[in-house]
């Protein structure tokens, strides 16, 4: 292998029933940031049938060409279609670095791949760099969150790595972004395809699991009530975020214990965590701690929440909250 | 039916603590158990044992305490056990393993290879789809049930983001599970007797394989932990006692700076 041969950063945009994830995007938009270091191109690789007409939307998302795969063997992922398609489409073009979402697609599809490319791969990273020797380097948690491992591939191309949704940021649509739109017809060995799909069943969701939240709106004791709570439903729509609470509120009766962070309730990482009127119980903290931003208010100076908050404001959170939403409603409107 | 289940020992994560000076892991202590998705994956394997009768045969790769593992798998059910263990196979990343136990596989008959989805110490979630690869396999990911037609097929419950699918998959196939789906039984009496007095655990070298050398241990790993550390302590972001309007400013400035509006 010619490390030299091997050029630009491949993204495996998922689509599910020819829905673009979200995670692709989030993919794209770091792979720009990465593609500026090593001054090469952001490719996606996009798979699934009937789905031409959305190439675009990824070259507004960052993508610089898009391979297109459009076949009715792709309709839905299946591990060797995909495989096989990708697989060709590595051998063609040689990426140096290629990145999948770290799903249930992305986590079976990455290792099948690696394993055919004889190249190393790194699951489920929180954090992708680009080293003075222009290498990948793949940082990672492992043992339960315990330890963190910077990863690298330096003898193996591609470098390959699958990212966790969520962590990585989008940018901004930009539908003035030109880019090149390549047809790619794989050819299949279909005797290789033992799987069938017999059906897919969606779960009907009437609330979203705070879990996946990726704002949480989270009340505690000094929001008090159920019209305390209204305003704070107030401020979580403005923002498609979702109300998460305390203990105190749930065993109080105010709220259901499916929203319950905590110890007792649930471990929540969102990419924004308002805490209003908690004051921050370590069982409370053990469940919220790891958002990768927090904002805290509450009343007492000295709550624990300030603690682990990147933003504190000691105040009323009644008076702060209603000003905070239609604050935000304008700032909203106004883009 | 000839069924191989591939079981890891681990460090039982949750009693993993960091000392707080060092900043490093305390091991000292911690339990190793079977993991628990591949606990889980027996459990199936011993299911379809029970209704169709099949032969199981459980491996792992490790040092030679993991012969404990083998043992516990043993008085659960299973028929033969097989610890791979040798220096050769050490500093091996998922790929290596993954090829160290392709070639484990290659010496023995299977019609069905079971592995848990991940492990909890690398919770990687490679080594199975890779073995399956190895082999030419089909595999089936986050397996959350499985029904047998007895003979060719098998009918699989597959998790998913969404809720779950419907597979069918053809034998000899690859199939990495979920432990929450499947209880393990507990060992019996007699179980643990046989384990001890009836079974030998076959302790293989790598010479007992199917591979090439190349591919194994540190030499056949194309990824390398350049670093490895624990987490960071947060530093507590800054506090203002301000009026309500300030208190706005200042939270609409974090979220512009953070994108989140």
């Known amino acids: ?207 979203m699991d705070i879990t996946e939240a990726k704002v949480l709106v989270s009340g505690g004791r000094g929001v008090g009530s159920t019209e305390g709570f209204k305003t704070l439903k107030k401020l979580a729509d403005t923002m498609g975020a979702e109300v998460a609470s305390s203990r105190s509120m749930v065993d109080a009766g105010i709220m259901p214990h499916d929203v319950q962070v905590g110890q007792t309730g649930k471990t929540v990482r969102p990419n924004l965590y308002f805490a209003i009127g908690i004051s921050g119980a370590i069982q409370h903290l053990a469940g919220m701690e790891e958002s990768d931003l927090i904002i805290a208010i509450n009343k007492d100076k000295f709550a624990p929440i300030f603690g682990v908050s990147d933003l504190g404001i000691v105040g009323d959170c009644h008076k702060i909250v209603p000003l905070l939403t239609e604050r935000l409603q304008k700032e909203i409107q106004e883009k | 039916m000839n069924i191989v289940v591939c079981i890891k020992q681990v460090p039982d994560t949750t009693e993993i603590k960091i000392d707080p000076v060092k900043g490093t892991l305390i091991r000292d202590g911690v339990p190793s158990i079977m993991n628990p998705d591949d606990k889980g994956g027996l459990e199936v394997a011993l299911q379809l044992k029970d209704k169709f009768g099949a032969h199981v045969t459980v491996i792992t790769m490790g040092l030679p305490m993991a012969e404990a593992i083998l043992r516990e798998a043993l008085a659960m059910g299973a028929d033969r056990a097989i610890l791979l263990t040798d220096r050769k196979l050490a500093g091996a990343d998922t790929l290596a393993t993954s090829n160290a136990i392709a070639g484990l596989l290659r010496t023995l008959d299977y019609d069905l290879v079971i592995t848990g989805r991940q492990a909890i110490d690398g919770d990687t979630a490679q080594v199975g789809p890779q073995i399956a690869e190895h082999l030419g396999l089909p595999q089936v990911s986050y397996v959350a049930g499985v029904e047998y037609d007895g003979k060719n097929t098998l009918t699989i419950r597959k998790e998913d983001e969404d809720a779950y699918q419907i597979l069918e998959v053809e034998l000899p196939a690859v199939l990495t599970v979920l432990a929450p789906a499947f209880k393990p039984r507990y060992m019996t009496v007699s179980g643990i007797i046989n384990a001890y007095d009836t079974h030998e655990i076959e302790i293989w070298g790598a010479d007992k394989i199917d591979v090439d050398e190349k591919k194994l241990g540190l030499n056949g790993s194309p990824t390398r932990v350049k670093k490895s550390f624990t987490k960071p302590q947060k530093v507590a972001g800054e506090v203002y006692e301000v009026t309500p309007e300030e208190a706005v400013g200042l939270i609409v400035s974090k979220l512009k700076e953070k994108f989140i509006i």
């Open chain 1, 1 to 207: 292998m010619n490390k030299s041969d091997y050029k630009n950063i491949f993204v495996f945009v998922e689509q599910r029933d020819g829905e673009i994830q979200p995670v692709g995007l989030e993919l794209l938009g770091k792979a720009n940031e990465l593609a500026k270091e090593l001054n090469e191109k952001v490719v996606a690789m996009f798979l699934g049938h009937n789905i031409k007409n959305q190439c675009q939307t990824l070259v507004e998302y960052g993508a610089d060409q898009v391979i297109c795969a459009d076949c009715p063997e792709l309709k839905d992922y299946l591990t060797e279609q995909y495989s096989q398609a990708i697989y060709q489409i590595v051998q063609e073009y040689k990426p140096s670095i290629l990145l999948f979402g770290a799903t249930t697609i992305g986590r079976d599809l990455g290792p099948r791949l690696s394993a055919r490319l004889t190249t190393g791969l790194t699951a489920d990273c929180t954090k992708l760099e680009i080293s003075e020797e222009k290498e990948l380097m793949m940082t990672r948690p492992a043992f339960g969150g315990n330890l963190m491992a910077t990863i690298m591939c330096t003898e193996h191309r591609p470098q390959m790595s699958t990212v966790r949704p969520g962590v990585m940021q989008k940018m901004d649509r930009d539908a003035s972004r030109k880019g090149e739109i390549i047809d790619f017809h794989p050819t299949f060995d279909t005797s290789k395809f033992k799987v069938k799909l017999i059906k897919k069943v969606k779960a009907v969701k009437d609330k």
